[in-house]
């Protein structure tokens, strides 16, 4: 069992820069694909990024690639995903999950996820 609690989400200027972090419980951090999703008003919950459970491969969605940085501290069992450049597209409830191991076929789709987090809320103003 893997509980998560995500935080850093606020509001903010288009432009501008929000670290979010996502704490894990459990012994077994180490042994999960930690991911990131976003879920705006009306739409899916959209694939943002994702880190193999040793930090080796990462994968991002196309909307945020190279203005997004996802991360994880092994010490404190953490997730992070380091925002810059926001637009107010980026506007939503932000998720964190985690997943037994790394599939690149599945590592994008929410419903391979086992454990998700209460989500934080992303605002971006004009």
């Known amino acids: 069992q893997v509980q998560l609690v995500e935080s850093g989400g606020e509001l903010v200027q288009t432009g501008g820069s929000l670290r979010l972090s996502c704490a894990a419980s459990g012994r077994t951090f180490s042994t999960y694909a930690m991911g990131w999703f976003r879920q705006a008003p009306g739409k899916e919950r959209e694939f943002v990024a994702a880190i193999s459970p040793r930090g080796g491969v990462i994968s991002y969605g196309d909307s945020v690639k190279g203005r997004f940085t996802i991360s994880r501290d092994y010490v404190k069992s953490t997730v992070y995903l380091q925002m810059n450049s926001l637009k107010p597209e980026d506007t939503a409830i932000y998720y964190c999950?985690?997943?037994?191991?790394?599939?690149?076929?599945?590592?994008?789709?929410?419903?391979?996820?086992?454990?998700w987090g209460q989500g934080t809320q992303v605002t971006v103003s004009l």
């Open positions: 999950a985690a997943r037994p191991g790394f599939r690149v076929a599945v590592i994008r789709a929410p419903g391979s996820y086992d454990y």
